[in-house]
């Protein structure tokens, strides 16, 4: 199975503030057909995760422009930009290359 | 929109069976999955079901205890656990990916909550 390593486990920031989450997969998501399913995901206090990045760097509908994504191969990027009280919550990377899909163990994004 | 249903509290070794409806896309399209988060833990990937039933994918974890399913005419999916353990404890979400592709999950129910224990 792909392990996914997240860092750091818990961030703190300030209002309008950046931050960048980090996620290493052990082996390269770059799938058979050329396209690497890397996604990125945010789970509110009390709700269902949603969707923010999928393959790599693409913001999925309705996501701001100061959530971006980044990397290649193993080694990803999410750089959150201006940071906004609704930003605050547990970010998750995943991979969606092979089964079994998997995510890593989450990184807490708190208010300093 | 998906709806997860059948959560509850069962003692191990016993049997439960979830369901997910789905309203507002045409369900028949889509492949569909299941992903469970234990009590203050983080996300796990369960199973995954084409749309037509052709291919479906479990995790190691509950390979032989789950088993996934839909009926498109109900636009229902399914997840039948058997043997259940306490690790199994988890909110059972229902997920699916955007009509590009499976390879990520753009929409989430909001999870039925299952409880073993004795």
């Known amino acids: 199975d792909v392990v996914m390593t997240q860092t750091p486990v818990s961030l703190s920031v300030s209002l309008g503030g950046q931050v960048s989450i980090s996620c290493r997969s052990s082996q390269s998501l770059v799938h058979n057909n050329g396209n690497t399913y890397l996604s990125w995901y945010l789970q509110k206090p009390g709700q269902s995760p949603q969707l923010l990045i999928y393959k790599v760097s693409n913001r999925f509908s309705g996501i701001s422009d100061r959530f971006s994504g980044s990397g290649s191969g193993t080694d990803f990027t999410l750089k959150i930009s201006r940071v906004e009280p609704d930003d605050l919550g547990v970010y998750y990377c995943?991979?969606?290359?092979?089964?079994?899909?998997?995510f890593g163990a989450g990184t807490k994004l708190e208010l300093k | 929109q998906l709806v997860e249903s059948g959560g509850g509290l069962v003692q191990p070794g016993r049997s439960l069976k979830l369901s997910c409806v789905a309203s507002g896309f045409t369900f028949s399209n889509y492949g569909m999955n299941w992903i469970r988060q234990a009590p203050g833990k983080g996300l796990e990937w369960v199973a995954y079901i084409s749309s037509g039933s052709s291919y479906i994918y479990y995790a190691e974890t509950v390979k032989g205890r789950f088993t996934i399913s839909r009926d498109n005419a109900k636009n229902t999916l399914y997840l039948q656990m058997t043997s259940l353990r306490s690790e199994d404890t988890a909110l059972y979400y229902c997920?699916?990916?955007?009509?590009?592709?499976?390879?990520?999950?753009?929409?989430w129910g909001q999870g039925t909550l299952v409880t073993v224990s004795s």
């Open positions: 995943g991979q969606g290359t092979q089964y079994p899909y998997t």
């Open positions: 997920a699916r990916g955007t009509y590009s592709s499976y390879h990520w999950f753009a929409y």
